[in-house]
Each structure stands twice: as structure tokens, then as C-alpha cells.
């Protein structure tokens, strides 16, 4: 197997960035606490995870599986990376992709259980090289929940890319087969991470001020 690129671990007490650095939606500007991750510290860093999945699973055909609605960006991005890297090889692999949508969260909180919501016939993936793209690690009972029922089909191979891997006593000890950054155990927003479906289109991943989640909880529980 190839050697994979060691995921970015951020420090428990790292400060973060200023906001006034960098262009920041005016209506998130009093939500948000620190840019946590810039967006082109993500996107160099894609770049390598791309180039670690080709050559751990290049060669046959891959099946990239986004999980909705949190990765759609990462997927995305890597999947961009994944092409640009294909058309520059002489052993190029083909990927198509698909779909499937899980909840786990609540606020600002892991609910504890997983609900697959929709999304891929599973059975397709019969045979095939399997990426399963996610969005964050956190306790790890999404992918406890998900891989068996990937497995069960019968696929050839299956790996994880997860773009963050929260460090927090919650988790079950879960590690994706790769992984972007590593970050302590902090709630964050932007590149398609959310707060209740807020914050999404953020293009820096940061963290929010505790009175956002109030404001923001308190949105959703009106509806």
C-alpha cells in the first residue's frame, strides 16, 4: 500500500485568524469567532489527498460516495483534484459517483444515533473500489452505522476520506483511511459545514460565537 500523507493536526489551543484578514459575508461577520482553517489551506491540502487516494485505489473502477449533505464541497474539491491528476496519468482510473444522505446532528450536538435518510442503491457497488467521502469524524457512529451497510453489497474494496477528524472523548476510536485535518474537540462552520442548515456557504471553515448558536437554535425552534 502506498504511504499516505499524515493528517494536519491542529492544536487544542491553536488561536485561529482573524476575521478582519479575510472577506467574510457581512450578514456571518458578528456570528463568527476566528477563520479556523483558511480556504486555501483546504484546498492545498486536498490536493495531496487526492494524489494519496489515487494511489492507494487507482488502477480499477472507483465509486465515490458522497455523504450529504455536509461533504458536498469536500467531495466536490476532491473529486476536481482526482480528475485533474487522472488526465495527467497514463493509467487513468474512471470514477463515477453517488449519493446518500445521513443525519447525526442536532444544535450543535451529536445526537448519538444515525439516520440513513435516502440517497444510492447501494447494490451497484457490487465489485467496485468504494471511496466514501465525508465531511467531519466526530464520534464515528456514522461511519459504525454506514460501512456495514456498504459492505454487505459486496464491494471490492472500501476506503474513507473524511476532510476534518475532531479529537473528543465522545469518540468511539474511529480513523478514516484519510484524513485532511485533525482538530480539537471545537464546533465549526463554513465550507459547507453547518449550524441548522446555516453557514454552508462560508469558503473558510470557523468557529462560531456561543451567542450564533443561540440565535440560530432559537431560529429553528420557532419554525
Given at each position: 500500500m502506498?504511504n499516505?500523507s ?12 482573524d ?5 467574510i459575508p ?12 483558511p ?6 491540502r486536498i490536493?495531496?489527498?487526492a494524489?494519496?487516494?489515487?494511489q492507494d485505489?487507482?488502477g480499477?473502477?472507483i465509486?465515490?460516495?458522497c455523504?450529504?449533505k455536509?461533504?458536498?464541497?469536500f467531495f466536490s474539491d476532491?473529486l476536481?483534484a482526482m ?11 474512471p470514477i463515477?459517483?453517488?449519493f446518500i444522505?445521513v443525519s ?11 439516520r440513513?435518510?435516502g440517497g ?5 457497488l457490487a465489485g467496485k473500489?468504494?471511496l ?7 464520534t464515528?457512529r456514522?461511519?459504525?452505522?454506514l460501512?456495514?451497510l ?11 476520506a473524511?476532510?476534518?477528524v475532531k ?8 480513523t478514516p483511511?484519510f484524513?485532511?485535518f485533525e ?8 465550507y459547507a459545514?453547518?449550524?441548522n442548515?446555516?453557514f ?9 460565537r456561543?451567542?450564533a448558536?443561540d440565535?440560530y437554535?432559537?431560529a429553528?425552534?420557532?419554525?
Amino acid at each position: 500500500m502506498a504511504n499516505r500523507s499524515p493528517s494536519i493536526r491542529i492544536g487544542d489551543d491553536a488561536p485561529g485568524y482573524d476575521l478582519d484578514c479575510f472577506s467574510i459575508p457581512k450578514n456571518y461577520a458578528q456570528d463568527l469567532e476566528k477563520v479556523f482553517i483558511p480556504h486555501g489551506l483546504i484546498m492545498d491540502r486536498i490536493e495531496r489527498l487526492a494524489r494519496d487516494v489515487l494511489q492507494d485505489m487507482g488502477g480499477q473502477h472507483i465509486v465515490a460516495l458522497c455523504v450529504l449533505k455536509g461533504a458536498y464541497k469536500f467531495f466536490s474539491d476532491l473529486l476536481n483534484a482526482m480528475e485533474t491528476l487522472n488526465r495527467n496519468s497514463d493509467q487513468a482510473s474512471p470514477i463515477t459517483v453517488d449519493f446518500i444522505r445521513v443525519s447525526s446532528y442536532c444544535n450543535d450536538q451529536s445526537t448519538g444515533s444515525v439516520r440513513v435518510l435516502g440517497g444510492a442503491d447501494l447494490s451497484s457497488l457490487a465489485g467496485k473500489n468504494v471511496l466514501i467521502v465525508e465531511d467531519i469524524v466526530d464520534t464515528g457512529r456514522t461511519m459504525q452505522a454506514l460501512l456495514p451497510l456498504v459492505e454487505q453489497h459486496g464491494p471490492r474494496m472500501v476506503r474513507v476520506a473524511s476532510l476534518l477528524v475532531k479529537r473528543t472523548p465522545r469518540s468511539l476510536g474511529y480513523t478514516p483511511d484519510f484524513s485532511g485535518f485533525e482538530i480539537p474537540d471545537r464546533y465549526v462552520v463554513g465550507y459547507a459545514f453547518d449550524y441548522n442548515d446555516y453557514f454552508r456557504d462560508l469558503s473558510h471553515v470557523c468557529t462560531l460565537r456561543e451567542t450564533a448558536k443561540d440565535k440560530y437554535a432559537l431560529a429553528v425552534q420557532k419554525l
